[in-house]
Nanobody, 124 residues
Framework: QVQLVESGGGLVQAGDSLRLSCAAS????????MGWFRQAPGKEREFVAT????????YYADSVKGRFTISRDNAKNTVYLQMNSLKPEDTAVYYC?????????????????WGQGTQVTVSS
């Protein structure tokens, strides 16, 4: 069993930066792929970024490529999402997710464990 707790969300202005953190409990974190997803009001949950267990592979949604960076610290059981040049359309609840596996995974259905989410609001 893995428990995930996100933090770092907030209200910022367009162009600002935020760093989200996701702390994981459980002994399988270091062998798990991690992902960030987001869900805006009235929309489906969508993929944002993913990183594999060894940090050798990352993958991003086109909408955030070049602005967001995913990273992880296996010693701290934590995954991060650095978000720069934020836009109003980035406003959403951001969720981290976890699953066993050596690859990167980009769909909601591929993940087994989810955090409770953290709100990010970007004003124009």
């Amino acid at each position: 069993q893995v428990q995930l707790v996100e933090s770092g969300g907030g209200l910022v202005q367009a162009g600002d930066s935020l760093r989200l953190s996701c702390a994981a409990s459980g002994r399988t974190f270091s062998s798990s792929a991690m992902g960030w997803f987001r869900q805006a009001p009235g929309k489906e949950r969508e993929f944002v970024a993913t990183i594999n267990w060894s940090r050798s592979s990352t993958y991003y949604a086109d909408s955030v490529k070049g602005r967001f960076t995913i990273s992880r610290d296996n010693a701290k059981n934590t995954v991060y999402l650095q978000m720069n040049s934020l836009k109003p359309e980035d406003t959403a609840v951001y969720y981290c997710a976890c699953r066993r596996g050596i690859a990167v995974y980009t769909t909601v259905d591929e993940y087994d464990y989810w955090g409770q989410g953290t709100q990010v609001t970007v004003s124009s």
